[in-house]
């Protein structure tokens, strides 16, 4: 019997509509070659749907997400309305409401030429981060008290507790023990990354990366703050194999990741439950002013769709659209990753007929 994925579609604002639609040709193709298919429901959620009825994401459109294998995103942020509103409800709602606890985001150079990292190749650039999805300053407790007064007080919270803090680093572990040492190296290694000589409440994440590693003897570890970790990022980024971080710096990280590997333009993530319905989204905004133009570059959202269909179980579907990214990128045939250097139903038309072209090699 035939696999159907039931998928939602949220493409949200700005470029995700574009992005998202050639995020499912690319689906369109790669389902074809390797005999699945899959059911898509579109969710209007955003922007327009906000200003049209008042509605951010209703509490049924969680409940019927649940109800989905995984949720193909595009992107949240409109300058008509106030900034956090939509990204709170939407994105942020997602992450919290389905406990999508893991936001994976992997780091990998696909062509020395779009690092600008001096004498940096591909080999030294593939690390995959795993960024805590549900607590730190995203937890949505902060306040503010005299409001509006020389003496205003601001305040968020930074909240760990030790289950959540204990699932991602295991996260960590377990991945880094599905992925393998690097090559040259005899074990594969989790860096842990976080700030707790400042932030001390986080002397909780050094303890429990201390106790899951002990449940690890095949994987080595590392340790750097955040500071040190972004310094490391730009000199040494071969020191890095899995890492493992909180919320925050996880999210102000992987943008400094995203652009060792070519920008915003290529940078995918997942948020995901293991086991559960996750979402996908490419790590860019909604980069309002790119809106309509088919100018966005939509391979963060091809990319995401790998990640997908990864979770999905179609692993090897996953490879084979990351293969076929790749493959452009080497041939020289994808130019290069800025916005309008191709325009974006080029560059889907170009990875759908590539992963048509390689599957009747293959045959
Ligand atoms: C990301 C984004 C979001 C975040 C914003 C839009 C709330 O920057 O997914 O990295 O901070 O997590
Ligand atoms: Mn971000």
């Known amino acids: 019997m035939t696999k159907v994925y039931d998928i939602g579609v949220l493409p ?7 992005v998202v639609r050639e995020g499912l040709k690319v689906l369109d193709a790669v389902q074809e070659i390797h005999g699945f298919e899959s059911r898509r429901e579109h969710l209007p959620y955003g922007a327009e749907h906000f200003l049209s009825t008042g509605e951010t994401m209703p509490d049924v459109a969680f409940e019927r997400l649940r109800q989905l294998h995984a949720v193909l995103f595009g992107a ?8 956090g509103l939509l990204e709170f409800a939407i994105i942020a709602g997602m992450r919290h409401k389905l406990d999508l606890y893991v936001n994976l985001r992997p780091v990998r150079l696909y062509h020395e030429s779009l690092c600008p990292l001096k004498g940096k190749t591909c080999a030294d650039i593939d690390m995959i981060f795993c960024r805590e999805n549900t607590e730190d300053a995203y937890s949505g407790v902060y306040g503010y008290a005299k409001k509006g007064t020389e003496h205003e007080i601001a305040l968020q919270e930074m909240i760990f507790t030790r289950r959540c803090t204990e699932r991602i680093i295991r996260y960590a572990f377990e991945l880094a023990q599905k992925r393998g040492p690097k090559p040259g190296k005899d074990k594969p290694l989790v860096t842990m990354i976080d700030k707790a000589n400042a932030v001390r409440a986080q002397d909780l994440w050094t ?3 201390a106790d899951v590693s002990r449940e690890y003897p095949g994987i080595a570890t590392d340790h750097a703050y955040i500071d040190a970790a972004c310094m490391w990022m730009v000199k040494n980024p071969e020191w890095f194999d899995v890492a493992v971080t909180t919320n925050l710096f996880g999210d102000i990280i992987t943008d400094l990741g995203a652009m060792m590997i070519g920008g915003m333009g290529i940078a995918a993530s997942g948020n995901i439950h293991p086991g559960k319905v996750s979402m996908f989204e490419p790590i860019h905004g909604s980069a309002p002013k790119y809106k309509g133009q088919d100018k966005a570059n939509p391979l963060a959202t091809v990319l995401a769709v790998a990640l997908m269909l990864d979770h999905l179980g179609e692993a090897a579907a996953a490879k084979e659209v990351e293969a076929t ?16 250097e191709h325009s974006c139903t080029e560059l889907g038309s170009m990875v759908r007929d590539r992963l048509l072209e390689r599957a009747r090699v293959r045959r």
């Open 207 to 209: 303890r429990t990366f």
């Open 325 to 340: 990214v790749a493959d452009l990128i080497c041939s020289g045939r994808i130019r290069g990753l800025q916005a309008g």
């Open 76 to 83: 949240i942020g409109d300058p008509r309305i106030e900034v």
């Open 12 to 18: 949200g604002d700005g470029i995700g509509e574009e």
